[in-house]
Nanobody, 121 residues
């Protein structure tokens, strides 16, 4: 099982980015995929997940600004991030597992490397 996160970069406040999480070695049809982020000195926090039924979940901090989608044909999950704020600056990670608790990083066994998002004010 491998996950490859990409799409991070530098963007101005109010801008947008789309992150990608390409999965290999398993089918995203059956797994829940979560996106997490970790800012310097802070805990890694869950910000979005999509389960095998296509249901999505977001915490209030990103609801209405971030959208998680899945392209099962490409085995890739995307995180569209709009109206970015400086406080969204963090390393972003995708993770996968069969039946995780959506925002609980401890319940995911498979992780991709991070992709850095920097939002300037």
């Amino acid at each position: 099982v491998q996950l490859q996160a990409s799409g991070g970069g530098l963007v101005q406040s109010g801008g947008s980015l789309r992150l990608s999480c390409a999965a290999s070695g398993f089918s995203s049809d059956y797994y829940t995929i979560g996106w997490f982020r970790q800012a310097p000195g802070k805990e890694r926090e869950g910000i979005a997940c999509i389960d095998s039924d296509g249901s999505t979940y977001y915490p209030d901090s990103v609801k209405g600004r971030f959208t998680i989608t899945s392209d099962n044909a490409k085995n890739t999950v995307y995180l569209q991030m709009n109206n970015l704020r400086p406080e969204d600056t963090a390393e972003y990670y995708c993770a996968a597992d069969l039946l995780p608790i959506c925002y609980d990083k401890r319940s995911y066994d498979y992780w991709g490397q991070g992709t850095l998002v920097t939002v300037s004010s």
